[in-house]
């Protein structure tokens, strides 16, 4: 079997104006020439995965915005809400191609499983029973296959106490199924629009730059990152259950 090739980009912050500037940044021209990038440079992809803060103003125009932006790529793509999203809008822009869903098996050595971890009413994030109970009986039936999870909000710290008060408010939900399952491999996110890398139990766990403005690392409090531009993460799965990334920057 060959390797599966994913990109991730996350947090674009789109509004129904592509004239919208959040912390210095036009959201819709940031996210285009990322998209653009991708769509001339990266060719061999075999899913394109959008983890959350789609759209910053919930509006069926932000979505249809994002919609233009992603005209032209032929893989599938799957789209997670974030804490800033609409999940009854996302839906309104999914066809055969955009997809909103919460698991896919990609081949016959991988699984994908998408969280939805909004939670109306607050910026943090939280695992519904549902979203779990799916995912345990994944992980009980596919045993042979390896499992990568993509999802919005963060289920450790990242060592920024501004952003970590913003995280996933039931993460032992997940950290129990990296114990019993080794075959979660990869646990992958957005929402703190900074790179990191850490582990879970036997689970790599990596956070992605935004498609707009950075935030810096290890920041006790609200601080945008003014020397680093906006990126994207490349993902390869190969057939033995490892996973290679890393992030590309404009
Ligand atoms: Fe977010």
Redo the contacts with the bound molecule.
């Keep these: 079997m060959t390797n599966i090739n994913l990109i991730q980009i996350t ?1 674009l912050h789109l509004t129904k104006s592509k004239n919208t500037i959040i912390q210095g940044v036009n959201t819709y021209v940031s996210a285009k020439n990322v998209i653009n990038e991708i769509k001339t440079k990266q060719k061999k992809i075999d899913s394109l995965i959008l983890t ?2 789609l759209v910053d103003d919930e509006t069926d125009l932000g979505y249809q915005n994002l919609k233009t932006l992603l005209f032209g790529i032929k893989c599938p793509i799957y789209l997670i809400p ?3 999203d609409s999940p009854a809008a996302i839906k309104s822009i999914c066809d055969d191609r955009i997809k909103f869903t919460n698991s896919f098996i990609l081949n016959n050595d991988w699984v994908m499983f998408l969280f939805n971890t909004k939670k109306i009413g607050t ?1 943090s994030g939280i695992f519904s029973e549902d979203d779990i109970e799916k995912l345990n009986k994944l992980l009980e039936k596919h045993t042979e296959k390896n499992f990568i999870i993509f999802l ?1 909000h963060p289920p450790i710290s990242i060592n920024s106490p501004w952003m970590d008060t913003m995280s996933i408010m039931n993460p032992n939900e997940l950290y129990s199924l990296t114990k019993k399952y080794t075959s979660i491999k990869g646990i992958f996110c ?2 703190v629009h900074q790179e990191f890398e850490s582990t879970i139990n036997n689970a790599k766990f990596y956070t992605t730059p935004s498609t707009c403005h950075q935030y810096k690392p290890k920041a006790d409090k609200f601080s945008l990152d003014l020397n680093l531009n906006a990126g994207y993460r490349y993902i390869t799965l190969k057939n033995d259950g490892e996973i290679i990334t890393s992030v590309f920057r404009l």
């Design positions: 947090d959350g803060d974030g804490n800033h910026h919005h957005g929402h």
